[in-house]
């Protein structure tokens, strides 16, 4: 079973850039789709980007089109967020996922917490004005 541990969240400004990182235990994770999502306390958890198993495709919410960067490094077992031009509206905690069935990305947007296998504990994003 795969185990995912976000790390990389903290207190920024807008327009700064920050790096999440997902770190998965388990030696089959190269055959696994990942993805981020967020969630703002009381609201439901958002798909913000997803990466298919090989790394060759990415997808993205359209609020942080152009600005993050979904990829992933399968020899590490670690998938990576790069967000930029950060604005107070990214403030949230994210969330690693990862699903062995759900493996080339598309169609994450559409699916919710249930859906998917395994998740992370989450790292907070604080971003101010």
């Known amino acids: 079973q795969v185990q995912l541990v976000e790390s990389g969240g903290g207190l920024v400004q807008a327009g700064d850039s920050l790096r999440l990182t997902c770190i998965a235990s388990g030696s089959t994770f190269s055959t696994y789709g990942a993805g981020w999502f967020r969630q703002v306390q009381g609201k439901a958890r958002d798909f913000v980007a997803a990466?298919?198993?090989?790394?060759?495709?990415?997808y993205y919410a359209d609020s942080v089109k152009g600005r993050f960067t979904i990829s992933r490094d399968n020899a590490k077992n670690t998938v990576y967020l790069q967000m930029n031009s950060l604005k107070p509206a990214d403030t949230a905690v994210y969330y690693c996922?990862?699903?062995?069935?759900?493996?080339?990305?598309?169609?994450?947007?559409?699916?919710?917490?249930?859906?998917?296998?395994?998740w992370g504990q989450g790292t907070l994003v604080n971003v101010s004005r």
């Open positions: 990466v298919s198993s090989s790394g060759s495709s990415q």
């Open positions: 996922a990862a699903d062995s069935d759900y493996t080339y990305g598309s169609g994450w947007h559409a699916l919710g917490e249930s859906d998917l296998e395994v």
